[in-house]
C-alpha cells in the first residue's frame, strides 16, 4: 500500500472521467494525471515523425528521446513534449483516431505504465485512464469506474466542440466513440474492464458536480 492517497478513475471514451478527476484533485489538494494525455503525446510524437503503428519497433525505440512533462496554467493542464506545448495539438481528429492503436502496443504501454508508477510515489493523486484501477495503481484507495449511455457521451463532446468552435456531426461522434471504446476493451494488453474492487457510477443524466460529489463522498470513507 503506498503511503500517498490514490484514487484510480476509469471508463470508456467521454464518461467525463478528466473533467470529474480534475475538479476532485483540486477540491482535495492532490495532483491530478491524465494518463490518456501520454497516450496521445506518443501518438502524436509517432505521426509526426512518420514512425509506423504497423511495425512499431522504431517507434518504441524512439521513446527513450520523448520527454513528457505536465503543468498546471490557471487550472488547466498543459502537456509538453519535449519542452514544447502540445495540448491542444493531442486532441486533434488525427491524433484521436490512431491512439487505441498506439495504446495496445506493448513496449509503449508498459514504458508508460512505468513513469504512471514513478508519478504516483510521490503525492496524492487523482490518476485517470482505462486501466488505473486494473493494472497502474491495483492498490489504490479508491477505484471508481464512470460510465454514461454512448448516446450521452457523444452528445457530451458534440457540446464541447461546438463551444471550442470545431463543428463535428453528433453521429460521427458516436461512431468514433463506439469504435474506440471496442477497440480498447478487446485488446489483449490492459483492456477496458472494470477493476473487481471498483465502484461503478453511472454519470448518465448527472451533472459535474453530482458525479463530483459522489466520488468525494466514496473517498471520504476510506481515508
Ligand atoms: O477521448 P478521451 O478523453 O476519452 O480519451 P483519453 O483518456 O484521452 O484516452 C485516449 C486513448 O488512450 C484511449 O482511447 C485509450 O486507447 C488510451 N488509453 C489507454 O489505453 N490507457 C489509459 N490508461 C489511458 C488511455
Ligand atoms: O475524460 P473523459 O473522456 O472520460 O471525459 P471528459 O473529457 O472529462 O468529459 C467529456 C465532456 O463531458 C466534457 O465536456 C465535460 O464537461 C462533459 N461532462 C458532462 O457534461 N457531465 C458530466 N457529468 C461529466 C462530463
Redesign the pocket.
Known amino acids: 500500500m503506498s503511503k500517498y492517497v490514490q484514487v484510480a478513475i476509469?471508463g470508456?471514451?467521454?464518461?467525463g472521467?478528466?473533467t470529474v478527476a480534475k475538479i476532485l484533485a483540486k477540491k482535495m489538494g492532490y495532483i491530478y494525471c491524465?494518463?490518456?494525455?501520454?497516450?496521445?503525446v506518443v501518438t502524436l510524437f509517432a505521426l509526426e515523425n512518420n514512425l509506423s503503428l504497423d511495425q512499431p519497433s522504431e517507434l518504441v525505440k524512439e521513446l527513450d528521446n520523448l520527454v513528457m512533462t505536465f503543468d498546471y496554467v490557471d487550472g488547466l493542464q498543459h502537456v509538453y513534449a519535449n519542452g514544447i506545448d502540445v495540448t491542444n495539438d493531442i486532441r486533434m481528429p488525427d491524433v484521436?483516431n490512431h491512439?487505441?492503436k498506439v495504446?495496445?502496443i506493448k513496449e509503449i504501454?508498459e514504458e508508460l505504465v512505468n513513469r504512471?508508477k514513478a508519478i504516483s510515489n510521490s503525492q496524492n493523486i487523482v490518476m485517470?485512464?482505462?486501466?488505473?484501477g486494473t493494472v497502474?495503481l491495483p492498490n489504490a484507495d479508491l477505484k471508481i469506474f464512470l460510465v454514461a449511455s454512448v448516446k450521452e457521451r457523444a452528445e457530451r463532446r458534440y457540446k464541447e466542440n461546438i463551444e471550442k468552435g470545431i463543428m463535428t456531426s453528433l453521429d460521427e461522434l458516436q461512431k468514433e466513440i463506439e469504435d474506440?471504446d471496442y477497440?480498447?476493451s478487446h485488446r489483449k494488453e490492459?483492456p477496458?474492464v472494470q477493476a473487481s474492487d471498483a465502484i461503478k457510477v453511472d454519470t448518465t443524466g448527472l451533472s459535474i458536480e453530482e458525479v463530483v460529489n459522489v466520488i468525494e463522498n466514496e473517498l471520504k470513507k476510506v481515508i
Not at 470508456?12 to 464518461?15: D, I, Q, Y
Not at 491524465?34 to 496521445?40: I, K, L, N, P, V
Not at 485517470?128 to 488505473?132: A, Q
Open positions: 476509469d470508456p471514451a467521454s464518461a472521467k478528466s491524465d494518463t490518456g494525455a501520454m497516450y496521445r484521436t491512439v487505441s495504446a495496445a504501454r504512471q485517470d485512464g482505462r486501466d488505473i497502474v474506440r477497440y480498447d490492459s477496458l
